[in-house]
Nanobody, 124 residues
Framework: QVQLVESGGGLVQGEGSLRLSCAAS????????VGWFRQAPGKERDFVAA???????MYADSVKGRFAISRDNAKNTVYLQMNSLKPEDTAVYYC??????????????????WGQGTQVTVSS
């Protein structure tokens, strides 16, 4: 089982930026689809962004143009650069991985390895 560890969360003012990292054990992240999801208190876990094993990507409409997902294969890490943050972006952010060579997806049920989450809080 691949282990995922998120980092980079914190408290930021509105319109600020944060970069989240998702580091994986093992060496298969570069051939895996990795997604970012978020969950605000009292709400369901929502899709944010994903990068496919073919390096295609996908974003939720609410973050298009503000967030960018990328991969550093040498570091076995996926990043989520978040710019122009809004209070409604406040949530716990989770990264998740599909098994190798499975295509990009926005469905949480398609991912089988999850990190513990990192809190992002955006003040107004």
């Amino acid at each position: 089982q691949v282990q995922l560890v998120e980092s980079g969360g914190g408290l930021v003012q509105g319109e600020g930026s944060l970069r989240l990292s998702c580091a994986a054990s093992g060496r298969t992240l570069y051939i895996s689809t990795v997604g970012w999801f978020r969950q605000a208190p009292g709400k369901e876990r929502d899709f944010v962004a994903a990068i496919g094993w073919k390096d295609d990507n996908m974003y939720a409409d609410s973050v298009k143009g503000r967030f960018a997902i990328s991969r550093d294969n040498a570091k076995n890490t996926v990043y989520l650069q978040m710019n122009s943050l809004k209070p409604e972006d406040t949530a716990v952010y989770y990264c998740a991985r599909r098994k190798v060579f499975l295509d990009i997806s926005a469905k949480a049920e398609d991912y089988d390895s999850w990190g513990q989450g990192t809190q992002v809080t955006v003040s107004s």
